[in-house]
Nanobody, 127 residues
Framework: QVQVTESGGGLVQAGDSLRLSCAAT????????MGWFRQAPGKEREFVTA????????GYADSVKGRFTISRDSAKNTVYLQMNSLKPEDTAVYYC????????????????????WGQGTQVTVSS
């Protein structure tokens, strides 16, 4: 099991940037595929982006492709979500999740497949 903690959320204006961090403790961080999800008020949780445990493979939701970038730093046991050109529709609680993959460079798009979740960090984008 790994514990993950998100940080970096806040209130920004449309067009601004934010970088979220997800710090992991517990078992070997490099063993985990990681993902970011978000949930807006009154909406279901949705996939944002994911990265394989090696960092080689990444995937993005169409709504954030070209604006968001996921990365990981194994030395710091941290996954980052760089969010540029933020829009009001990006407003949500952002969650980090971890899963030991079945194969080395798999990424996971379904939230139900992840085992460990953080408490979330609020991102609010004003127009």
């Amino acid at each position: 099991q790994v514990q993950v903690t998100e940080s970096g959320g806040g209130l920004v204006q449309a067009g601004d940037s934010l970088r979220l961090s997800c710090a992991a403790t517990g078992r070997t961080f490099s063993s985990y595929a990681m993902g970011w999800f978000r949930q807006a008020p009154g909406k279901e949780r949705e996939f944002v982006t994911a990265i394989s445990r090696s960092g080689t493979n990444t995937g993005y939701a169409d709504s954030v492709k070209g604006r968001f970038t996921i990365s990981r730093d194994s030395a710091k046991n941290t996954v980052y979500l760089q969010m540029n050109s933020l829009k009001p529709e990006d407003t949500a609680v952002y969650y980090c999740a971890a899963k030991v993959p079945s194969f080395s460079d798999i990424i996971y798009y379904q939230g139900s497949t992840y085992n460990d979740w953080g408490q979330g960090t609020q991102v609010t984008v004003s127009s």
